[in-house]
């Protein structure tokens, strides 16, 4: 994680001995990255930077009840909000199964073998504007692609069979079984895609490859599926005898297709472009700073992409649509070995300005820290903080986390609900009741809770502080509002990814009239400020000392 300190002839003295030359390279060596000084620390530094960014003369003091982001715009690529995180796994059943028992996210869609895919399986899980896909590769190799491919032609050709016949015969068009298979060696389970929905794909591709992104997958339509289509049918037909009834809930946006396309974003995680034919927000209306109402006890949501057909229990009219109560995506933690580096990349491809930045000075215990940069689009709904390892007494998380994912990678995910109280209790039941949901970190020290009402006073009311020590929850607070939040033990085999669930108090408010999301005057809908809360500042030190000591239990 330390930068590059190759020395150069010049550097060294003529007529130095060979001991003083060693001398110094070994103090080159040893030389730690520059000590970093964040220029937005606080609330007023985020709106004033950005303010200033784009517009010298914006007035950089406003408070307006809506994000900053309003006067001025530098993002490149037209981001509408948080859309889907696709996982690479050895097995998708099991994956997928046991984060939907964790976290409370129904099986809504799938593609695999039983409806046509012969490359790969995928399941679809979703609660509110949060979607997962779990993927796992079936051929091993290019050959081994090649004879699968040849055994379903000569078997369509004999059975009069072809992919018109199966559901969803077809993965997305940048999968690859041998690279997913060696995704999966290098990485275990962890997230190969950010999804974001954007307006364009098309034009954000082409915008962040002008601006130095690499190119993965090149826009390509994808248009929906026969078992999509088959709910557009159900819908308009009302089932009627030999067809499936979905409940009537629709096909979704997907069944007008979507175009997708793919630039890296660090290490072998891409991030996503996913713009539908319709245009305009996620499935859960208005994109991810929009609160909507989550439909629960109705039917399954339909697929959220396109080649992902219905699951079977769509059609059971005994599966109800029920969920832990989580909302959306607040923000995609990324980890990077050089945090300068890969935030000028993401910066200029993206557009994104900066939102808050942290040191080690505050993240930090005595035995390991952090440096922390969070950029965030226009609207300041897609948030993808970057840390890199500082050093200490002993090996940072973060590099704890390169070594064993073997490069950069998503670290964890943060996930919104608006009662934390009941979606951690239905967590915390569904792993000790199961045994295979997601062992939360272990609670604060007692000295925490006893200290938390002299830091936020008034801002929580004391049956809130009671729940919070029940159930082990930290809170912290900035000028805006109040965020309370927990974090999982990482979920897979390796110490790697984890899973934040945080709900942000104090930070609603209603649009301004002359806001699309509020011309609807029966719909009363209300947004949030972005990031309102903070991202936990006040909590680092012990989460990180709950990290170091769980670490210590590990061979790693």
Request: aromatic share 8%; with cysteine; net charge negative.
């Given at each position: 994680?330390?930068?590059?300190?190759t020395s150069?002839s010049?550097?060294?003295?003529?007529?130095?001995s060979?001991?003083?030359?060693?001398?110094?390279?070994?103090?080159?060596?040893?030389?730690?990255?520059?000590?970093r000084?964040p220029s937005?620390?606080f609330l007023?530094d985020?709106?004033s930077?950005?303010?200033?960014?784009?517009?010298?003369?914006?007035?950089?003091n406003?408070?307006?009840?809506?994000?900053?982001s309003s006067?001025?715009s530098?993002?490149?690529?037209?981001?509408?909000?948080?859309?889907?995180?696709?996982?690479?796994?050895?097995?998708?059943?099991s994956?997928?199964?046991?984060?939907s028992?964790?976290?409370?996210?129904?099986?809504?869609?799938?593609t695999?073998?039983?409806t046509?895919?012969?490359?790969?399986v995928?399941?679809?899980?979703?609660?509110?504007?949060?979607?997962?896909?779990?993927?796992?590769?079936?051929?091993?190799?290019?050959?081994?692609v090649?004879?699968?491919?040849?055994?379903s032609?000569?078997?369509?050709?004999?059975?009069?069979?072809?992919?018109?016949?199966?559901?969803?015969?077809n993965?997305?068009?940048?999968f690859?079984?041998?690279?997913a298979h060696?995704?999966?060696?290098?990485?275990?389970?962890?997230?190969?895609?950010?999804?974001v929905?954007?307006?364009?794909?098309?034009?954000?591709?082409?915008?962040?490859?002008?601006?130095?992104?690499?190119?993965?997958?090149?826009?390509?339509?994808?248009?929906?599926?026969?078992?999509?289509?088959?709910?557009?049918e159900?819908?308009e037909?009302g089932?009627?005898?030999?067809?499936?009834?979905?409940?009537?809930?629709?096909a979704?946006k997907?069944?007008?297709?979507?175009?997708?396309?793919?630039?890296?974003?660090?290490?072998?995680v891409?991030?996503?472009?996913?713009?539908?034919?319709?245009?305009?927000?996620?499935?859960?209306?208005?994109?991810?700073a929009t609160?909507?109402?989550?439909?629960?006890g109705?039917?399954?949501?339909?697929?959220?992409?396109?080649?992902?057909?219905?699951?079977?229990a769509?059609?059971?009219?005994?599966?109800a649509?029920?969920?832990?109560?989580?909302?959306?995506?607040?923000?995609?933690?990324?980890n990077v070995?050089?945090?300068t580096?890969?935030?000028?990349?993401?910066?200029?491809?993206?557009?994104?300005?900066?939102f808050?930045?942290?040191?080690?000075?505050?993240?930090?215990?005595?035995?390991?820290?952090?440096?922390?940069?969070?950029?965030?689009?226009?609207?300041?709904?897609v948030?993808l903080?970057?840390?890199?390892?500082?050093?200490?007494r002993r090996?940072?998380?973060?590099?704890t986390?390169?070594?064993?994912?073997r490069?950069?990678?998503?670290?964890?995910?943060?996930?919104k609900?608006?009662?934390i109280?009941?979606?951690?209790?239905?967590?915390?039941?569904?792993?000790?009741?199961?045994?295979i949901?997601?062992e939360?970190?272990?609670?604060?020290?007692?000295?925490?809770?006893?200290?938390?009402?002299?830091r936020l006073?008034?801002?929580?009311a004391d049956?809130?502080?009671?729940?919070?020590e029940?159930?082990?929850?930290?809170?912290?607070?900035?000028d805006?509002?109040?965020?309370?939040q927990v974090?999982t033990?990482?979920?897979?085999?390796?110490?790697?990814?984890f899973?934040?669930?945080?709900?942000r108090?104090?930070?609603?408010?209603?649009?301004d009239?002359?806001?699309?999301?509020?011309?609807d005057?029966?719909?009363?809908?209300?947004?949030?400020?972005?990031?309102?809360?903070?991202f936990g500042q006040g909590?680092?030190?012990?989460?990180?000392?709950?990290?170091e000591?769980?670490?210590?239990?590990?061979?790693v």
């Amino acid at each position: 994680a330390a930068a590059s300190s190759t020395s150069t002839s010049s550097e060294i003295t003529d007529g130095s001995s060979s001991s003083s030359s060693s001398e110094k390279k070994k103090k080159k060596k040893k030389k730690k990255k520059k000590k970093r000084s964040p220029s937005v620390e606080f609330l007023s530094d985020r709106r004033s930077l950005h303010n200033n960014n784009s517009d010298p003369d914006s007035d950089s003091n406003s408070s307006s009840s809506s994000s900053s982001s309003s006067s001025t715009s530098t993002e490149t690529i037209g981001t509408l909000g948080f859309h889907h995180v696709e996982f690479y796994c050895g097995d998708a059943a099991s994956a997928s199964l046991r984060f939907s028992l964790a976290l409370g996210m129904p099986v809504t869609c799938v593609t695999g073998q039983s409806t046509g895919n012969d490359q790969c399986v995928s399941y679809g899980l979703q609660s509110g504007d949060v979607r997962f896909l779990f993927t796992a590769p079936y051929a091993e190799t290019a050959d081994d692609v090649a004879v699968a491919a040849s055994s379903s032609a000569s078997g369509s050709a004999d059975d009069d069979d072809s992919d018109d016949d199966f559901d969803a015969p077809n993965p997305l068009p940048s999968f690859d079984a041998p690279a997913a298979h060696d995704f999966f060696r290098r990485h275990g389970l962890a997230a190969r895609a950010v999804g974001v929905e954007v307006r364009d794909a098309t034009e954000s591709y082409e915008s962040a490859v002008a601006n130095g992104a690499r190119g993965v997958s090149e826009p390509t339509f994808v248009e929906a599926c026969k078992g999509i289509r088959a709910m557009e049918e159900s819908d308009e037909g009302g089932g009627g005898e030999g067809k499936a009834d979905f409940g009537g809930g629709g096909a979704g946006k997907a069944a007008g297709g979507c175009t997708v396309s793919e630039v890296e974003l660090y290490g072998d995680v891409v991030l996503r472009f996913v713009s539908f034919a319709d245009g305009g927000g996620s499935n859960g209306g208005g994109g991810g700073a929009t609160t909507t109402p989550v439909e629960e006890g109705g039917p399954l949501p339909p697929p959220f992409l396109p080649h992902l057909s219905p699951h079977p229990a769509s059609s059971s009219s005994t599966r109800a649509y029920e969920t832990y109560g989580l909302r959306r995506i607040d923000h995609a933690v990324g980890n990077v070995p050089d945090l300068t580096e890969a935030a000028d990349h993401v910066r200029g491809f993206t557009g994104f300005h900066d939102f808050a930045e942290f040191t080690a000075e505050d993240v930090g215990t005595v035995d390991s820290g952090l440096n922390s940069v969070v950029l965030a689009s226009d609207a300041e709904d897609v948030l993808l903080p970057l840390n890199e390892p500082t050093e200490g007494r002993r090996k940072s998380q973060i590099q704890t986390y390169l070594e064993q994912n073997r490069g950069p990678g998503l670290q964890h995910l943060a996930l919104k609900t608006d009662d934390i109280f009941t979606t951690i209790a239905r967590m915390r039941k569904s792993y000790d009741d199961l045994g295979i949901g997601f062992e939360l970190m272990a609670r604060p020290s007692d000295e925490y809770y006893r200290e938390l009402p002299e830091r936020l006073g008034d801002r929580l009311a004391d049956a809130q502080y009671r729940e919070l020590e029940e159930l082990g929850i930290l809170a912290d607070a900035d000028d805006e509002g109040v965020l309370l939040q927990v974090f999982t033990k990482p979920v897979g085999d390796r110490p790697t990814f984890f899973v934040e669930i945080i709900q942000r108090i104090g930070c609603a408010y209603k649009p301004d009239d002359d806001d699309d999301a509020a011309k609807d005057e029966e719909d009363e809908v209300m947004r949030e400020r972005p990031g309102c809360g903070g991202f936990g500042q006040g909590n680092f030190r012990e989460l990180f000392k709950a990290i170091e000591d769980h670490e210590k239990t590990l061979k790693v």
